[in-house]
């Protein structure tokens, strides 16, 4: 007999479940107007109209970017419910 083929794997039993955090309404909304000014730009340019397709580009790029910053600064805070 071939010993541990029934034991579980390494770090089974201290393996912890996360539960997943629910975003917050301001998460979800910035995220659907970065995926609603991705989806006109690419419309827009499509359709060759040069400057609302520029505009919603640079409104995504915007978006993105204060989303990025805002998850690095909810990264940085715990309100202790730990």
Known sequence: MVSGINAP??????????TAARPSLQNLLLRALRIAASTV??????????VRGGLAAVAWIVFS????????????????SD
């Open 9 to 18: 794997p390494a770090g089974w039993l201290t393996m912890e479940k996360q």
């Open 41 to 50: 730009a690419i419309v827009e340019l499509l359709r060759n109209d040069w």
């Open 65 to 80: 970017q204060v989303e990025r910053l805002h998850g690095r600064s909810d990264d940085g805070h715990h309100n202790g």
